[in-house]
């Protein structure tokens, strides 16, 4: 499960936000006349999705409005009942509309380019088992049953069953809302549901903060002393990259079935990592009554220049997720959470705050010229951060007094 929240600004928004959104994933467990419906029907869905598209980058990208003036009867007329059509043509949209916000931000690269051009110039592909939304009057559940009703080409299929953990059914009986996403992958059917779980009151008086200090040796270090070392998943990745780079030697199909799967595998195990420390550092902040700092990393990717053998753990490394992970769990729970500038935590002692890049002696170690306090490397930054966190929460809450007249 993980937030599909966002932040704004150094300091969350305490009173507009409601709800966090949380995703629920659960594996469906159809017999096998079942899973030969179900998967003719993510296959002729995505046809039809392929067929829409090529319409909407023919007439330049419509509105949704006007394209399903273009292609709705069409759908109906395949078969496609009415909700299905409408989702078919609503799921193309959002596509385009995906693929336009993702090229203003310059993720494909600058006008021109091969990536940009290859991109712009012909229709969005969608995979025969790429995700397909199904909303309440097409899917329903039966929790207490474990199995969901859901529409298919081949008319209704009742009593399909599903797997997944206590937790996670109980967040699905009390919070699910809107949409549920039907995807194939290697076989086995799942369904992703948004629940949208209510945020705990925030602390306003937290007694002091977390400074989350993050990294590629340690992947989180706290003010509070907790250090969740990167040793572990380090060797994992370079086990990972030495087996893709076999995989990718042979280039047989079986081959580059195993890369994906292997790709998933430790996309998987990085996450489970990243949910373990966060929860840790949240759990911790709940019961002392403090809030959580982290530096905001937005860009850190092409901000650093770094050797070509460094350049692979920075970009494998997934301070992202973790920053997201933390953030979605503080608030659930009610935790202060803020973002502080990044600027000079390494090189600045948290004793006397002298900055001075050279006080940095190498990864691991911290040496004042000023005072000669000897730290760990990290320690220091992640009190320097937990400082910086309580002058940001300050400066917010003091921006919410009303001026006096």
């Known amino acids: 499960m993980f937030d599909s929240g966002s932040r704004c600004g150094g300091i969350p928004n305490r009173a507009s936000v409601a709800h966090v959104k949380v995703v629920v994933q659960v594996k469906l467990l159809p017999d096998a006349a079942q899973a030969v419906a179900v998967g003719a029907t993510l296959r002729v869905v995505n046809d039809w999705a392929n067929w829409v598209s090529g319409v909407a980058f023919e007439h330049g990208v419509p509105r949704e409005y006007e394209l399903r003036k273009h292609t709705y009867a069409e759908l109906k007329a395949a078969g496609l ?18 693929l336009a916000a993702s090229i203003r931000a310059g993720n494909l690269g600058k006008p021109g380019s091969k990536r940009r051009s290859k991109a712009e110039s012909r229709p969005i592909a969608f995979r025969p088992q790429a995700a397909h939304p199904f909303d309440d009057r097409c899917l329903s559940w ?3 049953a474990r199995t969901v009703s859901i529409w298919t080409t081949a008319g209704r299929l009742k009593n399909v069953r599903f ?3 206590a937790g996670a059914l109980k967040t699905l009986r009390e919070y699910r809302s809107g949409e549920s996403d039907l995807i194939e992958r290697d076989g086995v059917f799942y369904l992703v549901a948004v629940c949208e779980v209510p945020e705990a009151p925030v602390n306003e008086s937290p007694s002091g903060f977390i400074g989350v200090d993050l ?7 706290t003010s509070t002393g907790y250090r969740a070392a990167g040793r572990g998943l380090n060797r994992y990745r370079r086990r990972q990259t030495e087996l893709r780079r076999k995989l990718q030697a042979k280039g047989t199909k079986s081959a580059k079935r195993r890369l994906k799967q292997r790709a998933r595998k430790e996309a998987r195990h990085a996450a489970n990592v990243n949910h373990i420390i966060s929860k840790k550092i949240v759990t911790t902040a709940e019961r002392t009554g403090r809030g959580i700092a982290l530096e905001d990393l937005t860009g850190i990717r092409d901000r650093v220049r770094l050797r070509k053998d460094q350049r692979t753990p920075l970009h494998t490394w997934g301070f992202h997720q973790l920053g997201a992970f933390i953030a979605y769990k503080a608030r659930r729970v009610g935790v202060p959470l803020v973002y502080v500038d990044p600027a000079h935590t390494s090189g600045q002692c948290s004793q006397c705050g002298y900055t001075d890049r050279r006080n940095r002696v190498d990864q691991a170690t911290f040496a004042c010229r000023a005072c000669g306090v000897i730290l760990h490397a990290d320690d220091n ?21 009303p001026a006096t007249t």
């Open 215 to 221: 990294g590629i040796v340690n992947i989180a270090t």
């Open 381 to 401: 930054a992640s009190h320097n951060i937990d400082r910086k966190g309580e002058a940001v929460w300050t400066a917010g809450r003091e921006s919410r007094v």
């Open 163 to 165: 797997a997944c953990s």
């Open 142 to 144: 039966q929790y207490d």
């Open 81 to 98: 009942g009415a909700q299905a059509a409408q989702h078919t043509i609503k799921k193309v949209r959002d596509a385009y509309t995906a």
